[in-house]
Structure formats: structure tokens, C-alpha cells
């Protein structure tokens, strides 16, 4: 059965580092989401492209946070410098179509900013 | 802006106990509703799902919801639960007016006792 991945699963960084999640989508699926979980909450989506194009990105940090899906396939978001306010669960979903009558999730990368 | 309510933080069953959790949205137009789930150590997956018509929707794993329009409300149940139920549960919406975007419950975790 065909997953999403992600990497790391697991991130330790010092505050003010730059830090780095990769995500590969469900092969075919052309809209990728970005969300982070905070402890205690629900996810909130922090990015979504369509193919190579950022779709809505209003809720991202753009003064520390990027996202990139260069060739509309696999997508990578950074953040730097990381706060410590940053340590939360990043999740990367992705959805065959723009309406997102389902989203596939994955894994997650856990990062702990120290 | 829409919001999703869940009113449990935090359940404890014993096996074969029924289950129901509370969800409540604030939008007030056409939406589709959604149950995720997030076993321990597992990424986020999908329960069950309404669009539209039958307003009592069957998922996997025994689990069912029913849509309430008059009351806002997507109340999860299941009528005997096992242990192997534990896990977080998260209640979603989204609609047209927002592109569809999924807006999440901040989750209950439910423990089952053997």
C-alpha cells in the first residue's frame, strides 16, 4: 500500500539552527500539505501546493519557515533559525486532488528545539 | 473563521464499554466532515468520512458517526471498544468557501483498559 514519506522522523537542534523535513507524496497525487501539531492540539496546516505551486501559504512564518516542491514531486521545509517555540510534530499529507476529499498522512518528523 | 470543538480531552474505557465523542463545528454552510485517528507510534488515518446523504456514516473498524446538521455535530461512537483502540481521535471539517482546507478538533485521547 502506497504511503507518504517522511525524514527525518526525529529531530534534536539548538536554537537558531537551520533545520530541514523532506517529504515524498503518495506517487500520482499532485497536492502536498504541510501541517504542524503542537502538543495538546490539532494539526494546522502550515503550507499546500499544487504540483510545484504554492496554493495557500498564509499561515506559514515566512520570516523563518520555507517550503519548496520543485518538480511537483517530493518537497522539503526548512526553518531557520529555529525557536524554541518550533518544537512540534510536522506532518506532510498529500491528496490526489485539489479538493481534499482525503488526505494521506505521514509519519511525521518530531523535532525538539533545545 | 470555522472552528471544530471536541469535548474530551481525554477518556478512559474499560473493554467492550461503548464509546462516543463530542464534535461540534461553526460553520454554518455546506461542509464535509471527517474522523482521523493516530494509533500510538502511527501517523494519522482516516475512520470515516461524510459528504453527503445518509447522515450515519459507517467507518472502519466498527467506528460510526452521525451527522446532526441542526446541532453542528459529528459524534463519534463505537458500541463495544477494545483495547486496541487506544489512540488519539481527531475531528475535521472543511467546505467550498475555504478551498477545502481541513480544520482540525485539538483531538481526545482515549485509553482503553483491558
Known amino acids: 500500500e502506497a504511503e507518504v514519506a517522511q525524514s527525518p522522523r526525529y529531530k534534536i537542534t539548538e536554537k537558531s539552527q537551520a533545520v530541514a523535513f523532506w517529504c515524498d507524496p503518495i506517487s500520482g497525487h499532485a497536492t502536498l500539505y504541510w501541517y504542524r501539531q503542537i502538543l495538546g492540539q490539532g494539526p494546522e496546516l502550515l503550507v499546500q501546493f499544487q504540483d510545484e505551486s504554492v496554493v495557500d501559504d498564509s499561515q506559514l512564518p515566512k ?52 | 473563521a470555522q472552528s471544530v470543538s471536541q469535548h474530551n480531552h481525554h477518556v478512559i474505557l474499560s473493554e467492550a464499554a461503548s464509546l462516543e465523542l463530542g464534535c461540534n463545528y461553526s460553520y454554518g454552510g455546506t461542509v464535509n466532515l471527517f474522523w482521523y485517528v493516530q494509533y500510538p507510534g502511527q501517523h494519522l488515518q482516516l475512520l470515516l468520512k461524510y459528504f453527503s446523504g445518509d447522515p450515519l456514516v459507517k467507518g472502519i473498524k466498527g467506528f460510526e458517526a452521525e451527522f446532526i446538521k441542526s446541532k453542528f455535530s459529528f459524534n463519534l461512537r463505537k458500541p463495544s471498544v477494545q483495547w486496541s483502540d487506544t489512540a488519539e481521535y481527531f475531528c475535521a471539517v472543511n467546505h467550498r468557501s475555504n478551498d477545502y482546507k481541513l480544520s482540525f478538533g485539538a483531538g481526545t485521547t482515549v485509553t482503553v483498559r483491558a
Open chain 1, 63 to 114: 520570516d523563518r519557515f520555507s517550503a519548496e516542491r520543485l518538480k511537483g514531486v517530493d518537497s522539503t521545509l526548512k526553518i531557520q533559525p529555529a525557536e524554541l517555540g518550533d518544537s512540534a510534530m510536522y506532518l506532510c499529507a498529500s491528496s490526489p486532488r485539489e479538493i481534499s476529499n482525503e488526505q494521506f498522512f505521514g509519519p511525521g518528523t518530531r523535532l525538539t528545539v533545545l
